[in-house]
């Protein structure tokens, strides 16, 4: 993530916790831009925020989004029948952005 963001990202949004929230804690650097909707523990012990996860807070990201305070940049997206593909783009390190995955109906 260094590389390709190197002051590092905008925000983290966790939805995980615990050493997985730790590990990428330092690449945000401001860390009250941490926000935790599975562990407000470990979000509080570094500084930052924690949600709840509730329709109402999916909003509120959805918002920071809207205005323009951080950048999602995404990449590429492949449908759900072309998952090996993602997976080969992701593997390969050279995905600018996030690279999504779409259900098909």
Do not use: C
Not at 53 to 64: L, P, S, W
């Amino acid at each position: 993530m260094r590389q390709a963001i190197p002051d590092g990202p905008d925000l983290i949004v966790d939805l995980v916790g615990g050493d997985a929230l730790r590990a990428v804690a330092d690449l945000v650097p401001d860390r009250t831009r941490i926000i935790s909707a599975a562990d407000p523990d470990t979000a509080a012990e570094l500084g930052g925020l924690s949600l709840t996860r509730t329709d109402e807070a999916m909003v509120k990201i959805t918002e920071v989004i809207q205005y323009g305070l951080v950048n999602p940049h995404s990449d590429t997206q492949f449908g759900l029948d072309q998952a090996d593909q993602a997976i080969a783009a992701v593997e390969t390190g050279h995905a600018a952005g996030k690279i999504i995955v779409v259900p098909q109906d």
